[in-house]
């Protein structure tokens, strides 16, 4: 049993060195980002500053839009600002209670992380939200 054991023991650190080579070589072939030393996820890539997008989404009335303004710093979202311009009297309760609760959830993450699915009870209102995100860091890309 001991002869096993040091035998798999062997194989699990051959394989382990095989997994780690592979890794290597297709880091090797891989474009570098231009500052790969960075400590924080998202910070590279991104210039700091303020950046406005709109995005748009569909309701089963109308289409509907928002603008959405992001404050980065290292690549993480210092703050946020949205408004929206509802076309529908039951999107301007939806729109609301998305934007009051858009700050806990998006204020202090990194911006590559952002993608919301439904704030304060409103689904729809992330589909805008989330293309004006995308349109942001488009904009903010160094």
Do not use: W
Not at 69 to 87: A, I, N, R, W
């Amino acid at each position: 049993m001991t002869h096993s054991a040091a035998r798999t023991g062997t194989a699990l650190a051959g394989l382990a060195g095989a997994l780690l080579l592979a890794g290597c070589s297709g880091a090797a072939d891989a474009e570098a980002p231009a500052d790969s030393g960075a400590d924080t996820a998202g910070s590279a890539g991104y210039a700091d500053g303020t950046y406005t997008a709109e995005g748009s989404y569909q309701t089963p009335e109308t289409v509907e839009t928002v603008t959405v303004t992001l404050t980065l710093k290292d690549g993480v979202v210092t703050d946020v600002e949205m408004t929206g311009d509802p076309q529908a009297p039951e999107t301007e309760r939806f729109q609301g209670q998305f934007i009051d609760g858009i700050t806990a959830e998006v204020e202090g993450r990194p911006v590559d992380e952002l993608q919301v699915d439904r704030v304060a009870g409103s689904s729809l209102t992330s589909g805008g939200f989330n293309q004006a995100v995308e349109k942001i860091k488009e904009q903010a890309a160094e």
